[in-house]
């Protein structure tokens, strides 16, 4: 058994503000990695998409959102549908929570206090909402001098957007990426939500904190770090940006084929009866394939058997094969349509050419390869039940990340914090849980949204 | 003030990454300051090198758009590992690195006598990320895989694109690769810095698949989706969403992309000028809203209310009101951009062959963190001199020597 090592962030306390998916991607890397992220909620304020898309929903409405389902549908129940959220869950691994009401003074000298033994806050909220509960920069820097805050906004905190408000889906429309997504035939409104620069952000923002305890080891003091969603995601698009730069050529959709000049796409297979989907009785499976050279094509002839097609003057070099794709694509398909997605991806990857499933949550849960390296871990959550986590996106092996703890649910570590971090009596304690400070379920009548 | 050096200063990193998700992890640690030496093969270099698109679509190993993209503030040098020499010279800098970050085959470091077991005896700090498809273990370690596949197997696929037809990727270049080597330079970071703090160096296999599941809270969130309730999140038309609007509508010169998810429904009614649709029960809750038929009666005055305008007129009464709102743009649009510009995003960098080019600039805009301008990729072999004689003590004779026995 070789030797384990701490976490790195094994020490750290992290306090969060973090909404929606941007600024909780922040805690949820840092706490994977062994930091204390304490989750700052209300029970009097219910932040739409952060805990559910809305207050108490009811069981018809989780019936009606086809792509949105959300919370447990057994069992359901409307009191406690904050705490079984999978928009949430899926990045509280590993968190814990407390709850204060920042709107009133004695909350915010509590939050202050938190502020003061903790190492960095992480925050997403609109500027005014900053402003207005006093928690910017300005009004925490003196609680603590050693403080690392990091603040993710889509547009930063200057320029002519910096009050606009949007989700990554909208931010991505500004930064090019919608505009090159999407089947070359169809018309652009056919693009769905795509929240690739919430982790652009998220992964910025927790990349931003620890460089900033990097410098803090030298300096001793901390900073404020302000960080632009769209600033953060623009770079994915490297190849589009340099040919507009370079060459003034804008960049139309090629759906799925390649930017650099392979011949690939995504071939239906044989559809699969009696799996669970939705309450559809059968299911559509797909192999993505691509091919980026002589050798891979010869590979790929012989996976197939080397039917009389492959040997058209059509297909017999790089150049050819491009200019002819769509023939191309309709005899690879006659292929793939009757076989299974995970047999070809075999034989394919045999003679050396790259294919691959596309995998629906079933296929994730019951991949061999996740599974022979660990990837799921099994976590009881109260009110959700016993259920597989996927696990941090890397591994190391001498660390050994995996989740100590399920998603956390509201409030859930009042006691500890304020007893213990801030060292607030049982009396105290007892008076800010009338006063509506501290609690685990929402304050039915005063919640406002 | 502009600190010139960038955070990660005095960081020694020994790059032996190609193609796209290392070279950008690597840029990305370049960019806030750190001492980056790539190791290119001497023959052609990092392949990205072949990679478009080109500077006026010249094809040329110094001229590639995304190699130049990818390489920024580091030093280049050429070394052919498989030599005796070639490895000598590469174990003696990485005795000396805070870092190695690689992205060969899994088993290739192992052969060339460079796994992190060998390099931590001498280095016990050291933090060494291998970046791979698959990762370093399992059944499909030695898969090939592209954009395409690792973004199919681990990513949204599945449900992406409409119904009736084959799942879709998404951009057209290469994100998730780029969203792989973002999470990688994390990881990295987060390993040194424990290495800093514990005295103790971490071996970091970062597989690009387990990172589109685990990095990805889109995933994630359908995960356990399936896990709670069995559902399996299948394509659906973007144009049929049961909450609206949400998604892309036409607009008089374009495309917009507006959203009123999230209980926002009132902000709508703003924006259109419209007071009287906020309490209509048509569609003041979301439940409503998905009832049959309610969607086509909105849609009958909010797509004409669209057309009428341009979509910069949208956005801006779209904010005004607080929906959650931008215009589709086309990369012409976004290198314009008067925000992007006036926040001096982009930056410009010159270049000895290609000449002066624009850049995204850094993704974390600190002055105290970035350095992201200082210079341009290594052209092939630029820094020989610098490392071999500077740092390790050869002579220019005995670089003569190195390049005819082509070690360099």
């Not at chain 1, 549908?81 to 009133?104: E, G, P, Q, R």
């Amino acid at each position: 058994m070789a030797e384990m090592t701490k976490l790195p962030l094994k020490g750290i306390r992290v306090t969060s503000l973090g909404v929606v998916w941007g600024g909780p991607y922040v805690g949820m890397q840092l706490a994977d990695w062994g930091a204390e992220v304490i989750r700052v909620e209300s029970t009097k304020h219910f932040q739409p998409l952060t805990r559910g898309m809305e207050f108490r929903p009811s069981l018809e409405s989780f019936k009606n959102r086809a792509g949105l389902s959300v919370h447990l549908k057994q069992n359901h129940d409307p009191d406690t549908a904050h705490n079984t959220y999978n928009n949430f869950n899926c990045h509280s691994n590993n968190k814990l929570s407390m709850t204060v009401d920042l709107t009133k003074p004695k909350g915010m000298e509590i939050f202050r206090k938190l502020i003061k033994v903790s190492d960095v806050f992480v925050e997403n909220n609109a500027p005014r909402v900053k402003e207005k509960l006093g928690i910017t920069w300005n009004d925490l820097r003196d609680v603590n001098p050693k403080l690392i805050m990091v603040s993710l906004s889509s547009f930063g905190d200057s320029g002519p957007y910096k009050n606009y408000r949007c989700l990554g889906a909208q931010v991505e429309g500004f930064c090019g990426h919608n505009y090159i997504t999407g089947y070359p035939d169809e018309e652009l409104d056919t693009v769905s939500a795509s929240y690739i620069s919430d982790m652009a952000a998220g992964v910025n923002g927790a990349l931003a904190v620890v460089m900033a305890l990097h410098q803090r080891l030298k300096t001793g003091a901390g900073q404020y770090i302000n960080l632009s969603q769209a600033e953060a995601f623009i770079p994915y698009l490297a190849q589009v940006v340099m040919d507009f730069t370079m060459n003034g050529r804008v960049t139309e959709r090629i759906g799925n084929r390649s930017y650099h000049g392979a011949v690939q796409g995504c071939y239906r297979c044989r559809d699969v009866q009696g799996k669970q989907s939705c309450g559809n009785e059968v299911k559509d499976t797909w192999v993505t394939i691509t091919i980026a050279n002589d050798q891979e094509w010869q590979g790929f002839c012989r996976a197939i058997g080397n039917p009389e097609w492959t040997r058209d003057d059509r297909f017999q070099d790089s150049l050819s094969r491009l200019r002819n794709h769509d023939l191309l694509d309709k005899h690879i398909e006659e292929w793939t349509i009757g076989n299974d997605a995970y047999d070809l991806m075999y034989i394919l990857q045999q003679h050396g050419v790259a294919a691959g499933p596309v995998m629906d949550e079933q296929d994730v849960y019951s991949d061999v390869h996740l599974r022979a390296r660990g990837f799921f871990h099994e976590l009881s959550h109260r009110f959700t039940g016993t259920h597989l986590y996927p696990g941090p996106a890397f591994q190391m092996p001498k660390a050994c990340s995996k989740p100590s703890s399920p998603p956390v649910c509201l409030g859930e570590h009042n006691e500890y914090v304020y007893k213990e971090l801030l060292g607030i009596s049982n009396e105290e304690y007892a008076e800010l849980e009338k006063e509506g400070h501290i609690g685990t379920d929402y304050a039915l009548e005063e919640v406002k949204s | 003030m502009m600190n010139r050096t960038g955070v990660l200063s005095g960081v020694k990193v020994l790059d032996l990454t190609w193609h796209i998700a290392g070279p950008f992890c690597t840029k990305i640690l370049a960019d806030y300051g750190a001492d980056v030496i790539k190791v290119e093969r001497p023959d052609g270099g990092d392949p990205a090198r072949s990679l478009g698109p080109f500077h006026k679509d010249e094809p040329h190993l110094e001229k590639s758009g995304l190699f130049l993209f990818l390489n920024t503030n580091k030093q280049g040098i050429t070394l052919n590992l498989k030599t005796k020499l070639g490895n000598e010279i590469i174990c003696e800098l990485a005795k000396d690195a805070d870092i190695v970050v690689e992205s060969f085959r899994p088993g290739v470091m192992s052969r060339l006598g460079l796994q992190y077991e060998t390099l931590e005896k001498s280095n016990p700090r050291l933090v060494m990320t291998s970046i791979s498809n698959f990762g370093q273990s399992g059944p499909y370690r030695d898969f090939k895989a592209s954009e395409l596949i690792l973004f199919g197997m681990g990513n949204t696929m599945y449900s992406n694109g409409l119904p009736d037809r084959e799942p879709l990727k998404r951009g057209a270049g290469t994100p998730a690769l780029f969203f792989a080597g973002n999470l990688a330079a994390l990881a990295t970071m987060l390993a040194f810095y424990g290495s800093e703090i514990h005295g103790r160096g971490q071996f970091v296999d970062f597989s690009i698949f387990e990172a589109q599941i685990g990095g990805s809270l889109e995933r994630r969130a359908s995960l356990l989706s399936y896990q709670y309730n069995g559902d399996i999140t299948n394509r659906s038309d973007p144009r049929k969403r049961a909450i609206y609007p949400s998604g892309i509508y036409r607009c008089s010169d374009g495309y917009w992309d507006c959203s009123a998810i999230g209980g926002i429904w009132p902000t709508v009614g703003k924006m259109m000028e419209m007071p009287e649709i906020i309490d209509d029960p048509r569609w003041s809750n979301a439940g409503a809203q998905a009832q049959p038929g309610h969607r086509e009666e909105f849609m009958a005055f909010f797509i004409p209310w669209c057309l009428e305008r341009t979509k910069q007129e949208c956005v801006v009464k779209g904010q005004k009101a607080g929906a959650l709102c931008m215009p589709i743009n086309d990369m012409k649009e976004v290198t314009c951009d008067p925000h992007l510009n006036e926040r001096g995003y982009w930056i410009e960098i010159d270049h000895p062959i290609a000449g002066r080019l624009k850049y995204p600039g850094a993704q974390i805009k600190a002055d105290e963190m970035s350095c992201a301008g200082r210079k341009s990729a290594p052209l092939l072999s630029q820094d020989n001199e610098a490392v071999y004689c500077e740092r390790l003590g050869y002579t220019k004779r005995d670089l003569v020597r190195l390049r005819e026995l082509q070690v360099i």
